[in-house]
């Protein structure tokens, strides 16, 4: 998934699938969500969000890294999911723009594709210190679209 | 908000009786404007926070309260291990003792305002701020568990900082019972070049004008006079804090459910002190703790650095620096009895009355500075410890204005720029590499931080000494 430079919803159809992205209020920090036809779609799509939260720049997918993580239950996935994306932000100094995941038994694998974080042109504006479990939800609606949200502290 | 579930039991007390699986009322200190404007969520937090294992007297909510994660913004709740009470990783947060010190500088307006734009802009280059920013100092192994383990302590010991410091930071500048050995590599490697770095969001270096003296003799003690001059520097744990915080929380919510323990919301994820899990996460947050401290203690070291290439005489000593994302042991009166509590603060200050035997002899007869902040253009407030506040909230006030906005809705109401463009016309220069963390910073976006300050006042939890206006702002 591409990360828009949108700060708000987007959604962009993908065959009959419809896969996107939002912001929600909390009062001190932020809401992500993502939603698409399977759970790692929504996972891709909420990392999306969680970028679009630090810069609303293009992020060039000029570098890849490889992270997997793992919990008992796919709310907590979710969460840990978030808080490795911010690990390699945090390390690597990066700001990521394009994700790719595969969740199998509780087991998360991923690829990220972004860029050294240039601060005249990404210009970020909060740095994600962690992924919380207030409004921490992944479900599928009746029409079997996956959303996976939580709130982020920045 | 509806106000009807609560009785006013005093002017700006109100209280909330036990239902459900709570063990203890919701009290909340505020004005009726204040609570009425409190966010539901907010209220619905602190009655989850009543329901946890060896909770003592009640769940507190400072006038500065807000909808958070776990523990509303401003949610001061106490346990006793000895009657299974819990330690709560996510009743901490992730931004593990997150506070504020303020210096003196001996200086008055006029010094500051004749060199006031170089000044903004050195301090903008020496503080690194924001993410992409990198300190200058890079620990090994070695180092990383010496800061962990000596805090402010430490930092002084490699040079950054005042042997006259330690007096007026929390615990004398080093947090006992420290375990470096219980903070993952991980955390640590995410802290391996952020010591000595602002951060972002709601951080910030001020630097801020003494407008009006509330209590002259306590004023006078703390070192301020109208129209002098201080430095304040709002951050905490950094990258570290925030790796232990995220860790622990899954832990935690993995170990209550084995446990047996209901969360009534996962984010209060938690283990009874007396537990192995429990141990080791406070010798995590104390290391946090010190980490935090030795941040503070080395970015004071760089504004002192600035301050003296203008100013070759002002050397900045302490008035007081106070954490305010903790879980703290101490001893408080229960019921006629002194009792050891783990009493944890989620954006509420610690307030130590006149007399309290931690503050430093020049400090006690006074009470402990109480550092408010507020919003980059409203300004920010000194107040002081009220004896009072033990029996109210074992000993804590509020922390800063509180959010009246999301940053979402900030975003949508204001351009960072023309913040930035209306705060110089008032004569206050902010320098920040994020033009959106501005917006979403928008003095607008904060509650009215003199309304929370005078209910804190009005409930004798502290009392106004100072409030301060800003001349410069540098955020992350």
Redesign the interface.
């Known amino acids: 998934m591409q990360a828009s430079s949108s700060k708000s919803a987007s959604s962009a159809p993908r065959g009959d699938r419809v896969t996107g992205w939002e912001h929600f209020p909390h009062d001190a920090d932020i809401g992500v969500r993502g939603w698409g036809a399977t759970p790692a779609e929504a996972f891709e799509q909420a990392a999306c969000a969680l970028t679009a939260a630090v810069t609303q720049a293009r992020v060039v997918p000029q570098s890849e890294v490889r992270l997997t993580c793992a919990a008992p239950d796919l709310e907590l996935l979710f969460a840990e999911w978030l808080n490795a994306i911010i690990y390699e932000m945090a390390v690597r100094r990066m700001l990521f723009g394009k994700f790719a995941v595969r969740i199998s038994d509780g087991h998360l694998e991923a690829t990220l594709r972004g860029e050294p974080v240039d601060v005249a042109r990404h210009a970020p504006a909060s740095e994600p210190k962690g992924a919380t479990y207030t409004a921490l939800k992944v479900a599928s609606d009746a029409d079997g679209i996956w959303s996976a949200a939580c709130v982020v502290d920045v | 908000m509806d106000i009807s579930r609560f009785t006013r039991i005093e002017p700006a007390t109100w209280r909330m009786e036990p239902s459900g699986a709570m063990s203890v009322p919701v009290v909340i200190y505020a004005d009726e404007t204040l609570l009425q404007e409190m ?1 539901d ?2 209220v619905e937090q602190a009655s989850n926070v009543a329901s946890l294992p060896g909770i003592v007297r009640g769940s507190y909510v400072m006038p500065d309260g ?5 523990f509303p ?1 401003g949610g001061v709740a106490a346990f006793d291990p000895d009657r299974g009470g819990v330690v709560s990783a ?1 009743g901490v ?3 593990i003792s997150c506070g504020v010190r303020t210096m003196l500088t001996g200086l008055f307006v006029p010094d500051v305002m004749r060199v006031q734009r170089p000044l903004a802009d050195s301090l903008f280059r020496q503080i690194p701020a ?5 300190g200058a100092i890079t620990l090994d192994a070695i180092d990383m568990d010496a800061m962990l383990a000596g805090g402010a302590q430490w930092a002084l010991e490699q040079g950054w900082g005042d042997e006259a410091d330690l007096e007026r930071i929390e615990e004398n500048g080093k947090m006992a019972g420290a375990r470096p050995d219980s903070v993952s590599e ?1 955390a640590k ?2 802290q ?1 070049e952020e010591m000595g770095t602002l ?3 709601n951080h910030y270096l001020e630097v801020q004008a003494v407008a009006e003296i509330f209590d002259h003799t306590v004023a006078a003690a703390f070192g301020i006079a109208e129209d002098s001059v201080v430095v304040t520097i709002h951050c905490g744990s950094r ?1 570290l804090g ?2 232990i ?2 860790e622990f ?2 832990e935690m ?2 170990t209550a459910e084995a446990r047996g323990i209901t969360l009534p ?3 209060l ?1 938690c283990a009874p002190v007396n537990s192995e899990v429990g141990q080791r996460y406070l010798g995590a947050m104390r290391a946090a703790t010190n980490c935090a401290l030795a941040n503070r203690e080395i970015l004071g070291h760089y504004a002192r650095r600035v301050f003296a290439h203008f100013f070759p005489n002002a050397d900045l000593p302490i008035l007081f620096d106070v954490s305010h994302n903790t879980c703290k042991a101490e001893t408080h009166l229960v019921d006629g009895k002194r009792r050891e509590l783990f009493v944890h603060r989620k954006g509420a200050t610690r307030a130590f009355g006149p007399g309290h035997a931690s503050l430093p002899l020049s400090l006690r007869p006074f009470g402990q500075p109480v550092l408010i902040g507020g919003s980059m253009g409203t300004g920010s407030y000194i107040l002081v410890g009220d004896e009072r506040s033990e029996g109210k909230a074992f000993s804590s006030a509020c922390h800063g204005a509180g ?1 009246a906005l ?4 900030a ?1 949508k109401q204001w351009s960072g720029r023309k913040i930035v463009d209306e705060l110089a016309a008032r004569g206050i220069l902010v320098r920040s ?5 501005v917006a ?1 910073e928008a003095p607008g976006a904060y509650k009215d931080v003199g309304a929370v300050v005078a209910a804190a006042e009005h409930a004798g939890l502290a009392r106004r000494v100072a409030r301060l206006r800003p001349l410069i702002c540098v955020k ?1």
């Open positions: 966010d969520k907010a807000h909808w958070g994660y776990g913004i996510g947060g992730f931004d924001g993410i992409g920013s990198k991980r490697e995410r391996r951060g972002s969001g990258g925030h790796q915080g995220s929380l899954k919510v993995i919301d996962r984010e994820a959010r999301s940053r979402h809705a975003l590499p994020s033009t959106r963390g979403e992350g």
